[in-house]
């Protein structure tokens, strides 16, 4: 029988095939006790299943790349973390050693005292963790019983569930799984940008699935609308395959844009730049026709191995991807690292209280200056190859920019005394992403060559809404009154100095909110390579002129429906290949 159920579109496109629900994640395991002379096997067992683990981790690790690296990666340096954990170890192994229970219990056990004292954390980003303390311990009770513990996609399969890691998606898509409905989530989280990259369709935020799909149904979903049928009818069945069509010119269209300028209607280029963060990225970019890279992570470089990689093994990535982008601009950033992102060499805080506001990006770079002085001679050496610009993240004000200015002086003096051939300067700007640097930028405007805004951070700091909390999906939103007069402000301090402002945040890369950007006065954007062509075809159906005028309506919407408002009478009836 036909039903519909509601959700919200997280990740473009449309997919039928069998659900395959799974249930929300529970480790039930009976209470059950050994014998004092069964200790040290039960250990030895239990051990070696941990172990097991961290290689499972490690190979799966070692074999990401591109946007797998740095979304997924991030998660499994964090599951690494848990594993290492001595609260968790030592817990279990006192369960075990001291009250005789078996490791099957003792890991039930221990997960309830874990999750316990998370969810009594005042701090959001600690409480949404506990997703991930289930995912360790079930992985590791699933290797005590020698079984798998990722779940095993089946090609035409639809999975139905409660939640979904980064982790999880990549490996469901390899194995043909066609789509993903999720009970909660939001469509800012890390797994749904993932998806929306992978171009998986993703639905989130639908409550009602898990108690209406069954196991065998045949759905149709829609990620744009996030609509849900069950067992459709001949009506659902003639509308899929008409989005199908509509899908496969839609496609067509922007394969012949690979090559046309990003022009709006009334003639004013808009120039598009990549993130990239691997060889794949650059070479995606650079076939696409981006301008150059905007923003290039050098993190990744720093998660792939225990040892801190030195200056010539910098050298050779940067200029790898200099000479990729063929004279193109590249923006370098510095390393942007903290706790939310813990690698393996040491450089990172692993406990700190609240990653999201401790010693990462810049901050970790001033606090470890022979590290930030070995990667911008690195840049600098790299720069003889091609133009190139540096980033600066998490700046929160003059004193850091003023200080990293100090330290590239002096780098690119030392370079030249050594007889490398180097760019004769070198551009240097900030991520506008702390609300401190947008509001003091008139002070320090003139410290810098260009600003970039990460709009991922800047909301999330702003709205005090962490974007990985699914309770809070609905207030963390760049469609904030706040959030657009400070961009606004942004961009209008940067134009008056002369200085290039882009956005590089998520919000760039949705073809939806271009209008918007357009308005508020932006002229580069810069993202993933993968919606490119989207947003340039937006661009090419826009006129500048008009939008602009419109402004001041823009920024005097009072709240997030009067900006959606806006923003749906601004996009174009027909958006031209």
């Known amino acids: 029988m036909r039903k519909a159920v509601p959700g919200q579109g997280a990740s473009r496109g449309n997919a039928l095939g069998r659900a395959r629900v799974r249930e929300p994640h529970a480790l039930e395991v009976a209470e059950a006790r050994i014998g004092p002379h069964e200790v040290e096997a039960e250990l ?3 051990h070696a299943a941990i172990e097991q683990v961290r290689s499972e981790i490690r190979a799966m690790r070692d074999q990401l790349h591109g946007a797998l690296a740095h979304e997924v990666g991030e998660f499994l340096d964090l599951h690494t973390l848990l594993l290492e954990d001595p609260e968790l170890l030592h817990g279990l192994d006192a369960l075990v050693r001291n009250d005789l229970y078996g490791a099957d219990y003792a890991l039930r056990l221990q997960r309830d ?10 701090d959001a980003y600690f409480r949404s963790r506990i997703e991930d303390i289930d995912h360790v311990i079930g992985r590791v009770h699933a290797a005590l019983h020698a079984h798998e513990a990722e779940l095993q996609g089946v090609a035409g399969e639809i999975l139905v569930t409660d939640a979904i890691s980064p982790s999880e998606i990549g490996r469901l898509q390899a194995q043909g799984v066609l ?9 800012l989280s890390h797994a749904s940008i993932l998806a929306r990259s992978l171009h998986l369709p993703l639905i989130v935020n639908a409550p009602q699935a898990l108690g209406m799909v069954n196991d065998g149904d045949v759905l149709v979903i829609d990620g744009s609308t996030g609509e849900i049928v069950i067992e459709p009818n001949a009506d659902d069945l003639r509308a899929y395959r008409t989005r199908l069509r509509e899908e496969k010119r839609e496609r067509k269209q922007l394969r012949r844009l690979r090559r046309e300028p990003s022009k709006t209607l009334d003639g004013v280029d808009i120039r598009l730049y990549a993130n990239a963060e691997s060889r794949e990225d650059v070479a995606e970019a650079h076939s696409i026709g981006a301008a150059g890279i905007g923003l290039y992570r050098t993190e990744f470089l720093f998660l792939q191995g225990r040892e801190i990689p030195d200056e010539e093994a910098q050298f050779r990535a940067y200029r790898d991807l200099v000479l990729g982008m063929t004279g193109r601009t590249v923006t370098i950033r510095t390393l942007d690292i903290g706790a939310d ?12 209280p609240n990653p999201a506001l401790g010693l990462r990006g810049v901050r970790l770079s001033m606090a470890r200056t022979g ?7 690195a840049i600098v050496r790299a720069s003889g190859y091609g133009p190139v610009r540096i980033l600066v993240p998490m700046v929160s004000g003059r004193e850091e920019i003023v200080a990293v200015r100090r330290l590239l002086v002096r780098v690119q003096q030392d370079i030249a005394r050594e007889g490398f051939e180097t760019a004769e300067r070198i551009a240097l700007g900030a991520m506008i992403e702390v609300p401190s640097a947008a509001i003091a930028l008139p002070v320090f405007a003139r410290d810098l060559d260009f600003v970039s805004i990460g709009t991922n951070d800047l909301v999330q700091y702003l709205l005090a809404a962490d974007r990985n909390n699914d309770a809070l999906g609905e207030l963390y ?24 402002a882009s956005v590089c945040g998520e919000i760039a890369g949705d073809a939806r909110f271009t209008p918007l950007l357009l308005a508020l006065g932006l002229e580069e954007l810069s993202l993933h390579p993968s919606p490119m062509l989207e947003v340039r075809r937006a661009i090419r159906a826009l006129d500048l002129g008009q939008l602009r005028a419109r402004a001041p309506a823009l920024l005097r919407a009072r709240d997030r429906a009067g900006i959606e408002r806006w923003l749906d009478s601004a996009q174009p009836v027909h958006l031209p290949g």
């Open 179 to 187: 789509g993903i409905v999720t009970c909660g989530g939001s469509a």
């Open 44 to 46: 030895a067992r239990l």
């Open 113 to 122: 005292r874990l999750a316990a004292v998370f969810e009594s954390m005042d």
């Open 371 to 377: 590290l930030l002085e070995t990667q911008l001679r």
């Open 477 to 500: 939103s760049p469609l904030h009154p706040a959030v657009l007069r400070l961009v606004h402000s942004v961009v209008r301090i940067a134009r008056a100095r002369g200085m290039p």
């Open 341 to 352: 992102k813990a690698d393996e060499t040491g450089l990172a805080l692993r406990y700190e």
